[in-house]
């Protein structure tokens, strides 16, 4: 009967200190949440830092120009080893596809090529990468192929609502053991059809247009 007095008197105490907890629990306030949604307030340089590179790394109307360039294509070359000489021609294949979520495209050309006149055809194939650059406010295109130990980097603009993409550079010549500025013009003829020139100098030194590449998009 002791032992029952004891018990009842104990659930006796927990139910009415539970009766008094539960209003002093619910009267506590909500603890007020970050205005941030739950993250932790960022330092203010951090932030903007954030925000330049949110808007470095944003796509706008140059990198859509991108997307005419992809596809598979039969490219016919021609290129001169100086002014007025005979032109040196060759057929390759292009394959090229916009990567990184849409900010450069990548074109791979293979095929084999005769270097000059009288010369066995030798296996060929390069690389370009191309993208713009929203901080610099330009094109940045790249060049690398099997032939050649430098990396051929140029600047550039597009025109004609991106129809007309010209693209300016320094670039190692072993032909003129210096290092020399080449200039390109791509212009699009239509949805199937484009062209790329080069200009450099030759080695007399004098500029002239040394390469042309006919783009015809396969069927």
């Known amino acids: 009967m002791k032992r029952s007095l004891i018990s009842s008197c104990c659930l006796g105490l927990v139910v009415a200190g539970g009766m008094i907890a539960v209003p002093m629990a619910a009267a506590r306030p909500e603890p007020t949440k970050p205005a941030t949604g739950g993250m932790p307030e960022m330092d203010p340089k951090m932030a903007e830092a954030m925000k330049r590179m949110e808007e470095h790394g944003a796509l706008n109307e140059n990198h859509g120009y991108l997307k005419q360039f992809e ?5 016919k070359m021609k290129w001169w080893m100086n002014e007025g000489g005979p032109a040196i021609e060759n057929k390759v294949a292009s394959s090229a596809k916009v990567g990184f979520d849409g900010h450069f495209l990548i074109e791979k050309v293979q095929g084999n090529v005769t270097m000059a006149e009288g010369m066995p055809p030798s296996p060929f194939s390069g690389m370009a990468i191309m993208g713009y650059d929203n ?5 940045t295109s790249t060049w690398i192929d099997n032939m050649c130990g430098s990396v051929m980097t140029q600047h550039g603009s597009a025109s004609q609502g991106g129809k007309v993409f010209t ?3 320094d670039s190692y010549c072993p032909m003129n053991d210096k290092v020399c500025h080449f200039k ?3 212009t699009v003829v239509d949805a199937n059809t484009r062209k790329m020139e080069m200009w450099g100098p030759g080695l007399d030194g004098k500029v002239f247009k040394s ?5 015809t998009r396969k069927k």
């Open 167 to 169: 693209f300016e550079g």
């Open 71 to 75: 596809g598979e294509w039969d490219c």
């Open 135 to 139: 901080q610099q406010k330009q094109f």
């Open 211 to 215: 390469m042309e590449i006919m783009y």
């Open 184 to 186: 390109s013009v791509c």
